[in-house]
């Protein structure tokens, strides 16, 4: 089994910072790439970003980009999430994600292993 723990989210000022970590445990040879996921009340869980194993691919969706920043280390099993310039819309709750796979997609399905999440609120 692979376990993905996410840590760090919290209620945030708009124009305010938050970095948020995802620590896998378990079996961790089976996670390559990984990606962060939000969603909101109502909505469908979007990407947000994605880092390949080797963290030399890298994507992130047009609202983020400029914004947020994915890096990971590997060596403490750890993918991170820099949230800066945080806006209203990017309440949500977010989901770190694992794929068996040394790159994956923006898609959901690209994904096998999924932590419980963890709530970011941004007030105006």
């Known amino acids: 089994q692979v376990m993905l723990v996410e840590s760090g989210g919290g209620l945030v000022q708009a124009g305010g910072s938050l970095r948020l970590s995802c620590a896998a445990s378990?079996?961790?040879?089976?996670?390559?790439?990984m990606g962060w996921f939000r969603q909101a009340p109502g909505k469908e869980r979007d990407v947000v970003g994605t880092?390949?194993?080797?963290?030399?691919?890298?994507y992130y969706a047009d609202s983020v980009k400029g914004r947020f920043s994915i890096s990971r280390d590997n060596a403490k099993n750890t993918v991170y999430l820099q949230m800066n310039s945080l806006k209203s819309e990017d309440t949500a709750i977010y989901y770190c994600?694992?794929?068996?796979?040394?790159?994956?997609?923006?898609?959901?399905?690209?994904?096998?292993?999924w932590g419980q999440g963890t709530q970011v609120t941004v007030s105006s």
């Open positions: 994600a694992g794929a068996r796979a040394v790159v994956a997609g923006p898609m959901k399905e690209d994904y096998d292993y």
């Open positions: 378990g079996r961790t040879f089976r996670v390559y790439a």
């Open positions: 880092i390949s194993w080797s963290g030399g691919n890298i």
